[in-house]
């Protein structure tokens, strides 16, 4: 009698364990399954604005590391070598892979160049070739240079956050007599922006008499500012470093403006030529079009996810 007492309080014990074992194993998939619920994907993709420069065939820029609120984020940090300069007109590329982020809203990204080695461990990271073929380093005295992006974006639980930032290699590229050099840490940060994808548009414009008005030679230039932040001369006397994009115009007199955050800008087109002989490309002065009045222009309104359709014409010089 009693060893069958003791059956029931073994069974009793069992059952305990076994039901002790499943509600673990249920509050170990439930708090799994909530982690997954507030996570979500980051994708990281590069692109480029408009090179005014006809002596730059390629710029190739060495992508080494990438963070976001100081952690280094390994499947976006693989070092990755790209002629960026291929990427322009809303053409990007992709940098590593997917990464798997908690949700939220973040406040920008840090990017990492190495100046001097590829992707490969070959030397130079960074730098110019021309079109006669020489291959000119872009460093500025140090073997990697970390930049913070500015930029809100927000992170949502089991979706895709698309990031792009705009390397605009004609803000971060500098000329002088000893030839190509990035310009400083502080200008390169200036020339580098951050775009959800999700919340951008772009501009797809048409100049109607591109072919009539513009010289044999010339490079032709749209710039895309935020409404009311323009001043035309100031503008002009700093090569139109305070647009937040551009675009060069081609033979058939089309361009697009990519990456816009949602909102009104003001355009303004502008023809490059080399007037002293030295083989240099400078500004000739901004065009009166019909987006401009009284020197001043009207505004195009970019929204979220949609591209604007614009054809205008130009005329005489604004400055």
């Known amino acids: 009698m009693a060893s069958l007492l003791k059956k029931p309080s073994t069974w009793i014990g069992l059952t305990c364990s076994c039901v002790l074992f499943l509600a673990c194993e249920r509050d170990s998939v439930e708090a799994d399954r909530n982690e997954e619920l507030s996570e979500g994907r980051l994708r990281l993709e590069l692109t480029d604005a408009a090179v005014d420069d006809p002596n730059v065939a390629s710029v190739y820029i060495t992508l080494a590391g990438v963070e976001v609120g100081n952690e280094q984020l390994a499947q976006l940090s693989v070092r990755k070598s790209v002629d960026i300069s291929n990427y322009s007109q809303g053409r990007t590329i992709q940098i590593g892979n997917d990464q798997v982020v908690t949700s939220g809203t973040y406040?920008?990204?840090t990017l990492t160049f190495d100046m001097d080695y590829s992707e490969s461990g070959q030397s130079l990271g960074c730098y110019v070739e021309t079109t006669s073929g020489q291959q000119r380093p872009l460093g500025f005295g140090q073997r990697s240079v970390s930049i913070e992006?500015?930029?809100?974006?927000?992170?949502?639980?089991?979706?895709v956050t698309e990031l792009v930032v705009d390397l605009d290699l004609r803000k971060a590229i500098q000329y002088?007599?000893?030839g190509y050099s990035m310009v400083s840490a502080q200008?390169?940060?200036?020339s580098l922006r951050l775009v959800d994808r999700d919340q951008?548009?772009?501009?797809?414009?048409?100049v109607?008499?591109?072919a009539q008005t513009r010289a044999a030679g010339e490079v032709r230039i749209v710039y895309a500012y935020a409404k009311a932040a323009l001043d035309?001369?100031?503008?002009?006397a700093n090569n139109y470093e305070g647009a937040i994009t551009s675009a060069s115009v081609n033979a058939a007199g089309n361009f697009r403006l990519s990456y816009l955050p949602a909102g009104p800008y003001e355009l303004i087109v502008v023809d490059y030529a080399d007037r002293d002989g030295d083989e240099r490309m400078e500004p000739?002065?901004?065009r009166i079009s019909d987006l401009a009045v009284n020197a001043a222009t009207r505004a195009v309104v970019v929204s979220a996810g949609a591209k604007v359709s614009i054809d205008l014409q130009v005329g005489g010089r604004l400055l």
Request: aromatic share 2%; net charge negative.
């Open 149 to 159: 992006v500015p930029g809100l974006f927000e992170v949502r639980p089991q979706a």
């Open 176 to 178: 002088s007599e000893e």
């Open 187 to 190: 200008r390169l940060a200036r």
């Open 232 to 236: 035309l001369e100031s503008e002009a």
């Open 284 to 286: 000739v002065g901004p």
């Open 107 to 109: 406040g920008g990204i």
């Open 200 to 206: 951008s548009g772009s501009i797809d414009g048409s």
């Open 208 to 210: 109607g008499n591109h």
